[in-house]
């Protein structure tokens, strides 16, 4: 395997996260941003493809997410809780993850985001008719 450089950003605006939902990049949620952890990471995806060299990874906290995307109660997350998304951009042929993703808790950001949406309506009382 390649040894991949790795360019950690830590994703703190609503311009990044937009980024990130609007490419669905592949997400991983309570992953620790060591470089042992994401060596294992980067390790996984290429058993399936090739990712960029060097490799941007993208560093969300739970507090960010919270203060972003409003979310609260039962719905928001620890603060510290470390979301680490890829763009998919940086994967060669991400059609040989799609199934292998859920193995390992891969998840696209657009869908997380989504899905929090969906639960901070329900705890808000707002229809998503409403919101559109």
Same mark, same amino acid.
């Given at each position: 395997?390649?040894?991949?450089?790795? /360019?950690?950003?830590?994703? /703190?605006?609503?311009?990044?996260?937009?980024?990130? &939902? /609007?490419?669905?990049?592949?997400?991983?949620?309570?992953?620790? #941003?060591?470089?042992?952890?994401?060596s294992k990471m980067?390790?996984w995806l290429q058993q399936y493809t090739?990712?960029?060299?060097?490799?941007?990874?993208?560093? *969300?906290?739970?507090?960010?997410?919270? $203060?972003? &995307?409003?979310?609260?109660? #039962?719905?928001? &997350?620890?603060?510290?809780?470390?979301?680490?998304? *890829?763009?998919?951009?940086?994967?060669? #042929?991400?059609?040989?993850?799609?199934?292998? $993703?859920?193995?390992?808790?891969? $998840?696209?950001?657009?869908?997380?985001?989504?899905?929090?949406? *969906? $639960?901070?309506?329900?705890?808000?009382? *707002?229809? #998503?008719?409403?919101?559109?």
């Amino acid at each position: 395997m390649n040894n991949i450089r790795t /360019n950690k950003k830590i994703v /703190n605006s609503k311009q990044k996260l937009n980024e990130l &939902y /609007n490419g669905s990049a592949l997400t991983f949620t309570g992953v620790e #941003d060591s470089k042992e952890s994401i060596s294992k990471m980067i390790k996984w995806l290429q058993q399936y493809t090739e990712v960029s060299n060097p490799l941007t990874i993208n560093i *969300i906290k739970g507090e960010t997410m919270n $203060r972003e &995307y409003g979310l609260t109660h #039962d719905n928001a &997350y620890p603060n510290d809780l470390n979301f680490i998304s *890829i763009k998919l951009e940086d994967i060669k #042929d991400v059609s040989k993850i799609l199934l292998q $993703r859920f193995q390992v808790g891969g $998840r696209w950001f657009d869908d997380i985001v989504n899905n929090n949406r *969906i $639960r901070q309506n329900e705890i808000d009382g *707002i229809d #998503d008719e409403e919101e559109m």
